[in-house]
């Protein structure tokens, strides 16, 4: 009994015990106030930019745009949107994660799309976007600065954080919780763009599929790579800075300036 006692493991008392315990970051709440700010800020110059074009539409050729230059416009939107952003939003550096989806030393699932798959599948949501946008200012919208067209616009500043949290300052615990919101302003696109054109709707459709696989595949990664990073920004140090001043204030007063003459 004596040799059994002196093999057992000793006991934790309740302090012990909890000093094993790795404590939970603290939760930034400036970084979350980031967000909101970059966010707000996108969302609006893009919805300035639109309230222009239509004011600019209506002076210079007394009727709306042709619904194939709102396509077009959309179709620059979904692939440059970023130029609106407050914050940094390159994209993944396919080359230097050697053609893989993620960045090399990051576990993700076996059935994770090649990285060249990618591109396809944005180029032709960006298609999507544009007909199913031009579709909507045909047939009901009539301006840019709609309830439609400006969900769209939402989604792509949703989608544009989105890409700095999970790109830029690789939080995946972040991006795992925030792919939700951008599933939520797709789906809410999609519901928008229906109610005007069912056709729209449909075409629109894809984009919203997609994104509930890449939010799958989010949310599959940030489990499979330990640590385990919170689902809230945390003072971790990852945090990309916004850009307030530069190109953002010089974008600001163009928009200001248009709206202004």
């Keep these: 009994v004596a040799r059994a006692r002196a093999l057992a493991p000793p006991r934790l008392g309740a302090s012990t015990y909890l000093d094993t315990i790795e404590p939970a970051p603290a939760f930034a709440a400036g970084e979350l106030a980031k967000y909101a700010v970059a966010l707000g800020g996108q969302f609006g110059l893009m919805a300035a930019g639109f309230v222009a074009i239509d004011a600019l539409a209506a002076r210079a050729l007394a009727a709306p745009l042709p619904a194939p230059a709102v396509g077009f416009l959309f179709a620059f939107l979904s692939l440059r949107s970023r130029v609106f952003s407050l914050m940094d939003n390159s994209r993944p550096n396919r080359e230097a994660q050697g053609g893989a989806a993620t960045p090399k030393g ?41 309830a439609p067209l400006l969900c769209m616009a939402l989604h792509l500043a949703v989608g544009d954080v989105w890409n700095t949290v999970t790109n830029i300052e690789r939080r995946l615990g972040v991006s795992a919780a925030g792919c939700v919101l951008v599933w939520a302003s797709v789906v809410t696109a999609v519901t928008q763009y229906a109610r005007v054109s069912a056709t729209a709707g449909l075409v629109l459709a894809p984009s919203a599929a997609w994104i509930s696989v890449a939010c799958v595949l989010t949310a599959t990664i940030w489990r499979m790579n330990p640590p385990i990073q919170p689902l809230y920004p945390a003072h971790d140090g990852k945090g990309a800075p916004l850009k307030v001043r530069g190109e953002s204030s010089l974008r600001c007063a163009c928009v200001f300036r248009w709206l202004n003459p």
């Design 106 to 146: 990051i576990k993700r699932p076996s059935w994770t799309p090649p990285g060249i798959a990618f591109p396809i599948i944005w180029s032709t949501i960006t298609v999507l976007r544009a007909v199913s946008s031009a579709l909507v200012y045909a047939r009901g919208a009539r301006a840019l600065a709609s």
